[in-house]
């Protein structure tokens, strides 16, 4: 059964600062990763699909790795500003599933 | 291009009573699913629809039932409503649901009193 697990679950930094979200997954055998955000009592916002064939996807600030091998994927924020304070989730594809496996988030403060 | 939209965004309802929720995707997506978010659980897939087809289902009783138009609008209903049943419910779309990025709605809240 595919387990999704995000550390830290909470992360406060300082505005300016460089920073790493971690995702591991149980089984490899992904079909893709996708990253989110999501905004108190708001919806997910799409950040980056990494399909299974890809090491690394990037949007602006955002990069995110996967390492299929390992079950393991990071999502790397540089020079975060206070605009990013909100919850990132990711959640891997199964082949054949029909449906995200997510893990529980990590919540994000910068501060200014 | 409009996003996923749901409706109502807000509902409130005694144990009991049943709801229907609706889903209308991004222009040409035929793929809907739907989520349930708690404070407890986290975000758990209940059922995924392409084509009016229900392709998967998660875990969840039968109380919670969804069904999918001709016109890839999803709705889905839950019957005789637990306070458990309380949580954000999010609607999905995509393309054609395999491997193709999901792009979420702004979902439904639902607090059962």
């Known amino acids: 059964k595919q387990e999704v697990t995000q550390i830290p679950a909470a992360l406060s930094v300082p505005e300016g600062e460089n920073l790493v979200l971690n995702c591991s997954f149980t089984?490899?055998?992904?079909?893709?990763l996708q990253w989110f955000r999501q905004d108190p009592g708001k919806g997910l916002t799409s950040l980056l699909l990494?399909?299974?064939?890809?090491r690394e996807q990037t949007s602006g600030r955002l990069n995110a790795s996967l390492d299929k091998s390992s079950g393991r994927s990071t999502l790397y924020i540089a020079a975060s500003q206070p605009g990013d304070s909100a919850t990132y989730l990711c959640?891997?594809?199964?082949?054949?599933?029909?449906?995200?496996?997510f893990g529980s988030g990590t919540r994000l403060l910068v501060r200014p | 291009k409009a996003g996923v939209t749901q409706t109502p965004r807000y509902l409130i309802k005694t144990r009991g009573q049943q709801v229907t929720l609706s889903c209308s995707p991004i222009?040409?997506?035929?793929?809907v699913s739907w989520y349930q978010q708690t404070p407890g659980q986290g975000l758990q897939f209940l059922f995924e629809?392409?084509?009016?087809?229900?392709?998967n289902k998660g875990n969840f009783p039968g109380r919670f039932s969804g069904r999918q138009f001709s016109n890839s609008r999803s709705e889905m209903n839950v019957s005789t409503l637990e306070l458990g049943d309380s949580a954000l419910y999010l609607c999905?779309?995509?393309?054609?649901?395999?491997?193709?990025?999901?792009?979420f709605g702004p979902g439904t809240r639902l607090t059962v009193l």
């Open positions: 990494i399909q299974s064939s890809q």
């Open positions: 629809y392409f084509s009016e087809t229900q392709r």
């Open positions: 222009s040409g997506h035929r793929s």
């Open positions: 999905a779309s995509s393309l054609v649901g395999s491997y193709n990025e999901q792009f």
């Open positions: 959640a891997v594809w199964m082949d054949s599933s029909y449906k995200l496996i």
């Open positions: 089984d490899s055998a992904i079909y893709n």
